[in-house]
Nanobody, 121 residues
């Protein structure tokens, strides 16, 4: 069974930085894309950033040029560097993995449990 374990969330002042990490555990042959989504109170879950196995990245307009997604394929880990945080970045951030191939089968999509990011003075 594949699990995604997130870490790095917390409370930070506006203008501060956080780095989120997400590690996929279990016996894994390959993962296609990994990414981060977020859901603010009263809003729908939205894509923040994603990265493919080939290294192509995609960002939401609201974070483009500010956040950076990266990936360690050997460790099945994805990171989200978040500098210059704003109050509107406050949300639960979820890790996502797509097309995960394991000895037990193929998982089209796997989600982490979420980590809370609060940007407030």
């Amino acid at each position: 069974q594949v699990q995604l374990v997130e870490s790095g969330g917390g409370l930070v002042q506006p203008g501060g930085s956080l780095r989120l990490s997400c590690a996929a555990s279990g016996s894994i042959f390959s993962i296609n894309a990994m990414g981060w989504y977020r859901q603010a109170p009263g809003k729908e879950r939205e894509l923040v950033a994603a990265i493919t196995s080939g290294g192509s990245t995609n960002y939401a307009d609201s974070v483009k040029g500010r956040f950076t997604i990266s990936r360690d394929r050997a460790k099945n880990t994805v990171y989200l560097q978040m500098p210059s945080l704003k109050p509107e970045d406050t949300a639960v951030y979820y890790c996502n993995a797509q097309d995960v191939v394991t000895p037990m089968g193929r998982y089209l999509e796997v989600w982490g449990q979420g980590t809370l990011v609060t940007v407030s003075s």
